[in-house]
């Protein structure tokens, strides 16, 4: 299995500009999961799906930011406009609870932002 | 979600045992104990579960009292390599709920 897969592996942008995140999650998996990780403020959810429809978007920072999944394949993070302050790595992840795979999460390998 | 609390950073030396130690008084009778590492510049790789008792993989021992109020990773034997932040987390595997990350024990391994 290839595992997730999150692009661009790393953006620089400025200020202003409309930023796209991409991420092609694990084929069966029917969560996936965007976090944001700083140094300031550790990995935060940010939003999260399941079987493509958001569960829970109340880690998403303010309006500027959104996300959709149109199928089990594929999902976008979209900060517009975007800030300084949006400068973080962003993780997708993807995973099946249940019985034999638990809490198990598979995570991408991050999309770098920075924005100036 | 039950809160976790875990040590903010531990030094140890290479080929030590390492035991780190997780509480979360507050965990529901349906959780699951998950334990996951970050290394830099990659996104956190899971590493061990369990629910009670002892489990034990080819990385790692997961200790877990029968209270269940807290729970205990052990390296064994702990190289450079195993320097990254460890994090405990506590959630109901089967009811889709997301896991919430603290802040993590970053783990220094020196020579």
């Known amino acids: 299995d290839a595992g997730v897969i999150q692009s661009p592996r790393h953006e620089v942008t400025e200020m202003g500009q409309e930023v796209t995140l991409r991420c092609k999650p694990i084929?069966?998996?029917?969560?996936l999961f965007w976090y944001r990780q700083t140094m300031m403020r550790g990995l935060e959810l940010l939003i999260y799906?399941?079987?493509?429809?958001?569960?829970?978007d109340s880690g998403m920072p303010e309006d500027r930011f959104s996300a959709k999944m149109p199928n089990a394949s594929f999902s976008t993070l979209k900060i517009q406009p975007s800030e300084p302050r949006d400068s973080a790595v962003y993780f997708c992840?993807?995973?099946?609870?249940?019985?034999?795979?638990?809490?198990?999460?598979?995570f991408g390998e991050g999309s770098w932002l920075t924005v100036v | 979600l039950a809160k976790t609390t875990q040590p903010i950073s531990m030094d140890s030396y290479e080929g030590q045992e390492v035991n780190i130690t997780c509480s979360h008084n507050?965990?529901?009778?349906?959780?699951?104990i998950t334990w996951y590492q970050q290394f830099p510049s990659q996104g956190p790789r899971f590493i061990i579960q369990?629910?009670?008792t002892k489990v034990t993989n080819e990385v790692a021992s997961l200790f877990i009292p029968a209270d269940r109020k807290s729970s205990t990773l052990s390296l064994p034997r702990v190289s450079l390599s195993d320097t990254a932040v460890y994090y405990c987390?506590?959630?109901?595997?089967?009811?889709?709920?997301?896991?919430?990350f603290g802040k993590g024990t970053t783990l220094s391994v020196s020579s």
């Open positions: 992840a993807s995973s099946h609870p249940g019985p034999s795979s638990g809490n198990t999460i598979y």
């Open positions: 084929s069966g998996h029917d969560y």
């Open positions: 799906f399941n079987n493509n429809v958001p569960i829970d």
């Open positions: 507050n965990i529901a009778t349906n959780d699951y």
């Open positions: 369990g629910y009670k």
């Open positions: 987390l506590v959630g109901d595997s089967q009811a889709g709920t997301a896991l919430i």
